[in-house]
């Protein structure tokens, strides 16, 4: 982009943002009638261009099926609106409060009012999702957005840039394509919402914090997946592989390394071959997404040849299908004898390779995920409900999945969120809207004289007699 066109459109988004942010002190509570006209506004928009949205995506990507574009983004943002719109009456109820005796007649309300103007920082691996979810949220709430894509989603930007001023005043919402992360996150948002690495997150939370501006940080990470012993390892290959290598592995909440138990290792690989074998032709297949570009692609396979120089055994698991540099596919793998001098042991794989980790007891799977950051997802594959339990209560990540993987992130009543370096804060469903709120409390005092004036200057035996009774009855 040439200096003349980013500066217009720096221009243009200090334009929007100072204007949404006149927009919310003037008409700081939207009513039920407006908050549900702008959600069906964004539902039809997104139900109206699924082709257009998936071509711009296949486009920015080189290839990514449409399918997965309408599974894995466009089905979750549709179905999420239409769940908010039937709930967002309710949730914006006045909350009644318990008002201790020592105020009787008085009245507790906690009422979730719109926090303003939030700004939505997204990545490239699910560009749409990850910008219009937040969004739902927070138009469910009553409040203003404005997105700024990633620079490897142009195509997606430029395409719901058009949509969306077409049917919104930028007053409510708008995606600026061309502003940088720098100028966009210096701004003092009432909420600013980023999705990406640890490393970047803690230079956004400390120009935030500038600001004072409260923040949601989804941030991925090494998510560990676990086969018990119990569980037939066919069917966890089949479950676990469809999330794993869905967008070529690009996925925050993919699995990152697997546990296999050691003497069935051999088991788990034959398995695995089978499944994709069945699933792709070969990594040529438009069904399989390229990595997103030469930098991420250059990324894995020095990943992947770190691994091999110190020991690694890859696996094709589409046989002999070869790289396919001019369109950055690399066919899956997993990848055994791993150990923690790798880099694959190291940093979040982001793409189509799976560490496999044997292992002898559970213990030592526990041991080994709580000496690491806690993680964005955990997978856990047994039937044993009292492994399920003592693994649940042993370990903590943001969300976790028993006998399946990254199907928590599509449940619309669960809070989605990291914890620690994968993230703070929740979206998704009820806990949405509460993330975009601020909960006021109100308290009503009782038109008679209240009790409490009883205690006011000057002090003495009244004063002593009261709060003896107070702390006798814990009024």
């Not at 034959?270 to 930098?295: C, E, P």
């Not at 046989?319 to 042991?345: F, S, T, Y």
């Amino acid at each position: 982009m040439n200096s003349m066109v980013e500066a217009v459109e720096v221009s243009r988004f200090q334009q929007v943002f100072n204007k949404q942010r006149e927009a919310s002190r003037k008409s700081p509570y939207p009513e039920l009638n407006e908050r549900l006209a702008r959600l069906e506004k964004l539902e039809a928009l997104l139900v109206d261009n699924q082709d257009a949205i998936a071509d711009a995506i296949n486009q920015d990507y080189g290839n990514r099926s449409s399918q997965e574009t309408r599974m894995l983004e466009l089905f979750g943002l549709i179905s999420g609106i239409s769940y908010t719109k039937k709930r967002v009456k309710k949730w914006m109820k006045a909350q009644k409060r318990h008002v201790g005796m020592a105020f009787f007649g008085a009245k507790n309300t906690v009422i979730p009012q719109p926090k303003g103007v939030i700004g939505v920082v997204t990545p490239w691996n699910y560009p749409l999702f990850l910008a219009l979810s937040p969004c739902t949220s927070a138009l469910a709430a009553g409040n203003r957005c404005i997105v700024k894509m990633a620079a490897n989603s142009q195509n997606l930007a430029r395409l719901m840039d058009k949509l969306i001023s077409a049917e919104f005043d930028d007053s409510v919402l708008a995606v600026i394509p061309g502003v940088s992360a720098t100028e966009f996150t210096h701004q003092p948002w009432d909420h600013l919402v980023f999705t990406g690495s640890p490393a970047t997150a803690t230079t956004v939370m400390e120009t935030a914090a500038k600001t004072l501006t409260p923040v949601t940080l989804e941030l991925g990470g090494k998510s560990p997946t676990i086969v018990a012993d119990d569980y037939p390892v066919e069917k966890a290959a089949e479950r676990m592989l469809f999330g794993k290598f869905l967008n070529a592995g690009q996925t925050c909440v993919a699995p990152d390394y697997v546990f296999v138990p050691r003497g069935k290792v051999e088991a788990f690989v034959a398995a695995a071959k089978t499944v994709l074998q069945g699933r792709y032709d070969s990594a040529s297949s438009q069904d399989y997404t390229s990595v997103i570009d030469q930098k991420a692609f250059n990324r894995l396979s020095s990943t992947l040849a770190d691994a091999v120089s110190k020991g690694a055994k890859p696996v094709n698991l589409l046989g002999d299908d070869a790289i396919i540099e001019e369109q950055r596919k690399i066919p899956p793998h997993v990848v055994l004898d791993v150990n923690d001098d790798m880099v694959i042991m190291q940093d979040e794989i982001f793409g189509p390779l799976l560490p496999i980790k044997p292992y002898d007891s559970m213990d030592e799977v526990i041991e080994y995920i709580n000496s690491n950051e806690r993680p964005l997802a955990l997978y856990l594959y047994s039937d044993d409900k009292k492994l399920q339990q003592h693994v649940t209560l042993n370990t903590l990540s943001g969300g976790m999945c028993i006998n399946d993987s990254m199907f928590h992130v599509a449940q619309h009543d669960m809070p989605f969120g990291g914890i620690g370096n994968s993230g703070m804060g929740h979206y998704h469903g009820y806990e949405g809207f509460l993330e975009f709120s601020k909960l006021r409390p109100i308290f009503k005092q009782t038109p008679f004289v209240s009790g409490v004036l009883l205690m006011a200057p000057p002090y003495g035996k009244l004063f002593e007699w009261m709060y003896k009774m107070m702390v006798k009855f814990r009024l």
